[in-house]
C-alpha cells in the first residue's frame, strides 16, 4: 500500500508558478545525459555480440544493464518530446527521432498521443491513447463474457509486461492506424527507416540471427520494466480516478501519478521518472531537475509515496471502484458489486 497524502493538492496554475524556475534546461547536462545513454546502449549491444561469440550465457550476463541504458534512451526520447531536454525545439526533435530509431518508437507520433495522456490522466471518460487498459467494476461487471476474459488475460502481470509491451513495442508503430496525420505518418516511415538501418548495422559484425539473439533479451526485459514503471505510477490502491464534470488537473496529476521512491541507482537508470507527480503538473521540467523540484516545493511533499515493495500490490488492482474511489482486485470488485445488487434488489 502507498504512503498516502492527506492534505489537498494547491491549485494548478500556483504550483506551476513555484515550478517555473526548474523549466531551463541545461545544455551540458542534456548533453552529457545523451552520451552517457546512447553510447553504453550501443556499445553494451556490440559487447554482447562479441561474447555470445564465445557463451551465450556470458553475453546474458550483460542483458540487464543493457536494457537499463535501453531504458534511459526511452527516457531522453519521452522528454525530447516534451520540449525539455533544450532549448530550442529542433534539438529536442534531433534527439527524439535519434532515439526513436534504437527505441522503435515513432517520435512525432508518439509524442502527440502521449500528450493526450498527460491531458486526461485520471478522466474516466477520457480513457484513451497512453493509458493501461482500465475497468471500472460496473464496466466489468456490464461486460459480455468474451471482454471481461480479455481484460482478465491483458491484465495478468506476465502476458501484460512480458508479452504486450514487447509486441506493443516492436508492432503497434510500425503501421499507420487509420485517420493518421501526414505529420505522424512521416514519423512512422522514418522511424521504421531507422530502426532498420539501426538493425542492419548492428547485424554486420556479427550476423542478423546472432543480432537478434543477443537483442531479444535485452529488448523485452526493457519493454517489461519500463511498462512496470508507468503501470505502478497510475494504478496503485487510492489513485485519482473522476468522471470529467469533477476532474481536475492539479488533483490528477498529485494523486493521480505516484512518487514512485527508487534506489539510487535505479532513480538513475530511469531517469528520475519516479517523480512522476512533478512531471505530470509541469512535463516541461528536465528530468535532472525533476527530484529539487520535489525537495523545494512543498506541496510536492503530500503526493502519494510508492516503495518497490508496494509495486507487487499495485499488481493485483485490476479494477477501478468508483463508490469508495479505490483500485481493487477481481474478487474483491466482484464481491463488491454483487453486494451492491443485493442491497438495491427491492424486498
Not at 489537498?8 to 523549466?23: G, I, N, W, Y
Not at 550501443?42 to 543493457?66: E, H, K, N, R
Not at 532549448?87 to 530509431?101: D, E, K, T
Request: hydrophobic fraction near 45%; glycine fraction near 6%.
Amino acid at each position: 500500500m502507498s504512503e498516502r497524502a492527506q492534505s489537498a493538492p494547491a491549485d494548478s496554475r500556483a504550483l506551476q508558478r513555484e515550478l517555473k524556475q526548474f523549466r531551463t534546461p541545461s545544455a551540458g547536462r542534456s548533453m552529457g545525459q545523451i552520451v552517457t545513454s546512447f553510447v553504453p546502449y550501443i556499445g553494451g549491444l556490440i559487447l554482447m555480440g562479441a561474447l555470445a561469440q564465445v557463451s551465450y550465457l556470458l553475453s546474458l550476463l550483460l542483458a540487464l544493464p543493457t536494457a537499463g541504458f535501453l531504458i534511459r534512451v526511452f527516457i531522453l526520447f519521452h522528454d525530447a518530446g516534451h520540449g525539455s531536454l533544450f532549448r530550442r525545439s529542433r534539438w529536442n526533435r534531433v534527439i527524439g527521432y535519434l532515439a526513436g530509431f534504437l527505441t522503435f518508437t515513432p517520435f512525432q507520433h508518439w509524442s502527440h498521443e502521449h500528450a493526450r495522456h498527460h491531458a486526461t490522466a485520471g478522466d474516466l471518460d477520457r480513457r484513451d491513447l497512453g493509458d493501461v487498459w482500465t475497468m471500472t467494476v460496473r464496466e466489468f461487471v456490464a461486460a459480455p463474457r468474451k471482454l471481461r476474459v480479455a481484460y482478465r488475460v491483458f491484465r495478468n502481470p506476465f502476458v501484460l509486461f512480458f508479452l504486450v509491451a514487447p509486441i506493443g513495442f516492436l508492432l503497434n508503430h510500425r503501421f499507420p492506424r487509420k485517420r493518421v496525420s501526414a505529420r505522424s505518418l512521416r514519423a512512422i516511415i522514418w522511424t521504421n527507416v531507422g530502426t532498420a538501418l539501426f538493425v542492419v548495422a548492428m547485424s554486420l559484425p556479427f550476423g542478423f540471427v546472432n543480432f537478434l539473439v543477443v537483442f531479444t533479451p535485452v529488448f523485452v526485459l526493457a519493454s517489461a520494466v519500463g511498462t512496470w514503471l508507468f503501470y505502478v505510477q497510475h494504478q496503485f490502491e487510492g489513485v485519482y480516478w473522476r468522471r470529467h464534470e469533477s476532474w481536475d488537473f492539479a488533483s490528477a496529476a498529485l494523486q493521480g501519478s505516484s512518487y514512485l521512491a527508487l534506489p539510487r541507482v535505479l532513480q538513475w537508470f530511469t531517469g528520475n521518472i519516479g517523480f512522476h507527480h512533478i512531471h505530470h503538473l509541469d512535463p516541461r521540467i528536465p528530468n535532472y531537475y525533476l527530484e529539487r523540484a520535489h525537495r523545494e516545493v512543498p506541496a510536492m511533499h503530500t503526493v502519494p509515496v510508492l516503495r518497490i515493495r508496494h509495486t507487487l500490490r499495485c499488481l493485483s488492482m485490476r479494477l477501478y471502484d468508483e463508490t469508495s474511489r479505490q483500485m481493487v482486485g477481481f474478487r474483491e470488485g466482484l464481491r463488491r458489486a454483487h453486494r451492491a445488487g443485493a442491497a438495491q434488489a427491492p424486498a
